[in-house]
């Protein structure tokens, strides 16, 4: 069982494809409430961990425990249930859907009525389906995209695209929320609110985050701790100050050059 301040906490997790390990021995956790950070260069095993712990690659080794429930056997739906939610790396949204459509799909796990219900269009339904829209958009304005709700998610910008992905996990009341490079693609303006709207997400929901980022500025201006992966492995684990001046870190991904810039 965790300590209670972990919300999260991953044990020897392995992930093997064939020969190749992709996770091993990774060992993490994370406290309710903040803000951390997984770095590591292209291939480290940071998205694969992601995975595993959001039910899509199960770990052949390894436990993880969420808010007191084990759940590397689990299949994403049970898992988005007990209120863990993810966006992707490429973004993951139905194109030919509009923004507050997208953002309802997120609410699948907390739906009352049943599929019959749902055909018939009995009027529970449509009360639910009411109550499920009037918080789409809520969360569509919260994430700062007031106005779009009709238009087709497709035809919005990179930037407002990665806002409605958030936005959609939102609607499924996470706990952890889990980004996968949310700042990739964005210029200098769009990065700087999206670090203050995760701080909102942390501050005013109480929303824990955990967050894949090669964008150096965001993680070390938004990130309490951040760990390090290499070849699969936790190569070190620290606040932003320690990880800038670690040597295997600045060997293995920052490089001299980056680390001397971020410690100026």
Request: proline share 5%; net charge neutral.
């Amino acid at each position: 069982m965790p300590d209670s301040a972990n919300i999260l906490v991953a044990e020897n997790v392995v992930k093997r494809f064939g020969g190749l390990v992709a996770v091993n021995k990774m060992n993490f956790n994370i406290e309710k409430g903040r803000l951390y950070s997984i770095i590591g260069p292209n291939g480290a095993g940071k998205t694969t961990f992601f995975n595993a712990i959001s039910g899509l690659y199960p770990p052949e080794e390894g436990a993880i425990t969420f808010d007191g429930h084990r759940i590397e056997r689990l299949v994403p739906e049970k898992i988005t249930a007990l209120h863990i939610a993810r966006t992707f790396q490429n973004i993951r949204l139905f194109g030919g859907m509009t923004v507050v459509e997208n953002i309802m799909v997120g609410a699948f796990t907390r739906l009352k009525q049943n599929p019959v219900q749902a055909v018939l269009r009995t009027k529970a339904f449509k009360e639910e389906e009411k109550r499920v829209e009037a918080r789409a958009e809520e969360l569509m304005e919260y994430v700062g995209l007031r106005g779009v709700g009709n238009e087709l998610a497709a035809s919005l910008p990179y930037g407002a695209q990665r806002r409605v992905e958030i936005a959609r996990a939102l609607a499924s009341e996470p706990k952890l929320l889990l980004l996968d490079e949310p700042a990739a693609g964005m210029n200098p303006a769009e990065s700087e609110d999206a670090m203050k709207l995760f701080r909102r997400l942390r501050d005013d929901l109480g929303i824990t985050i955990l967050l894949i980022e090669h964008d150096m500025k965001v993680v070390m201006n938004i990130s309490e701790r951040i760990s390090v992966m290499d070849y699969g492995e936790k190569i070190a684990e620290g606040t932003p100050k320690e990880i800038a001046s670690n040597p295997r870190v600045i060997e293995a991904y920052l490089g001299r050059g980056a680390a001397s810039a971020m410690n100026d």
